[in-house]
Structure formats: structure tokens, C-alpha cells
């Protein structure tokens, strides 16, 4: 499995079962990202804001994928949805890997959302604040989620980002453990793959 972030929440999963577009963003909706052209099997969205949800940033290719994707409500607030309503958790299982998405998660996980979520390969976390979780729940989260690898995203960085919401260093400083950056924005993912934490898009 080949991840690619292309910023924000956006990434591409290219898998031999196929490929999956995750939360695409549209034109002039996050500082500092321009979303490239993109093309894929297919697109998932965790919800309707427009950070989030532009398919037509995805050229879809007519091929129809092989992998298994899933899809576990969650809420955008830690008020059931009243400050900005539903989010999808996407679970995706290919090659023998399983990717969770959390989307825009502004909540503790529930026992009966981390039990299907299940032992992730990879997590795509949120840990900006503001909008979801922040840093430190993030990182609670994580552990309770227990991924071999876990990827931040939705966080503010150099040029890049939502001035109201948090940098990546909180989350990490969570986290601890093995931490690692990395320049490239994209990760080949397999089952000999390093675990722990890994901040695409940085100095290494």
C-alpha cells in the first residue's frame, strides 16, 4: 500500500485492491494547500464541510475497487453533532492491511466505536483542536487505538493551516515513543513497515 498526504485531511491510498481518495478539500478552503489534480478508484468523505468534501477534486478512473471500506458514525463535536453535526470513520482494508480515517473526530472514542474500529495497521488522526480532538486527547486516542503507525493530520504547520488550531508538537508530546519525520509526503506501507509515529511532510 502506497499513502500519499496531500495535506490537511487529504490523503490517497493506492492499493493493488484498488484506490481511495480520503477527504478531498475544495479550492481556497485551507491556508496553504493547493489540492493537485487527482485521480482514483474512488472518494470517501467524512462529512460535508467543503475541507472535506470535494469530490469533484477526484477524477474517478470507472474502475470499480476490490478493497473492503467501511464506514463507523462518530460526531464533529463532544456534543453529539450539536456545534457541527456528523463524522464518518472510514475503515479500509486492502492487501491484507487495515487504514482507519477518523475524519474530523471531535470526541472520545466510544468502547463500542474502538471495538470496530478494532488493531489498525494505520491511523490518520486529527490533532489540531478547535475543529476535533486536540493533541492531547489525540494522543489518548491513539493509544487506546493502538495502530502499529500512526500519522497526524488536521494541525496547523510553517505556511500551512487554520490559525486557530494547534501545531502537530502537542500530539507528539503525547505520544512519546519512537517519532519519526519525514520530508516526503508519501510512505510505502507494508508488513515490515516501522511503527509508531510518523509526521509526513516535515525535516527528517
Same mark, same amino acid.
Given at each position: ?26 479550492? $481556497? ?55 457541527? $453535526? ?31 474500529? $478494532? ?13 476535533? %480532538? ?42 512519546? $515513543? ?10 510505502? %506501507? ?15
Amino acid at each position: 500500500m502506497q499513502l500519499t498526504w496531500y495535506g490537511h485531511s487529504c490523503f490517497c491510498a493506492e492499493t493493488e485492491e484498488g484506490s481511495l481518495v480520503f477527504d478531498p478539500y475544495a479550492p $481556497g478552503s485551507v491556508p496553504g494547500w493547493t489540492l493537485p489534480e487527482l485521480s482514483a478508484d474512488a472518494v470517501v468523505c467524512s462529512h460535508e464541510h467543503r475541507d472535506h468534501n470535494y469530490r469533484a477534486g477526484v477524477k474517478l478512473t470507472g474502475r470499480a475497487p476490490r478493497f473492503a471500506l467501511r464506514q463507523i458514525p462518530s460526531w464533529h463535536d463532544d456534543r453529539g453533532g450539536a456545534l457541527r $453535526g456528523e463524522n464518518s470513520i472510514a475503515v479500509l482494508e486492502a492487501e491484507g492491511l487495515r487504514l482507519v480515517h477518523l475524519g474530523d473526530l471531535g470526541h472520545a472514542l466510544s468502547e463500542e466505536q474502538l471495538d470496530a474500529i $478494532g488493531r489498525p495497521d494505520v491511523l490518520l488522526i486529527p490533532v489540531g483542536g478547535h475543529y476535533t %480532538i486536540d493533541g492531547s486527547l489525540a494522543a489518548r486516542t491513539a493509544k487506546a487505538v493502538g495502530a502499529r503507525l500512526t500519522i497526524p493530520m488536521h494541525y496547523r504547520g510553517r505556511g500551512f493551516g487554520y490559525a486557530v488550531i494547534s501545531t502537530v508538537e502537542p500530539f507528539l508530546s503525547g505520544m512519546g $515513543g519512537e517519532i519519526r519525520r519525514t520530508s516526503a509526503f508519501t510512505v510505502a %506501507i507494508g508488513a515490515d513497515t516501522p511503527g509508531g509515529v510518523l509526521v509526513l511532510g516535515t525535516e527528517s
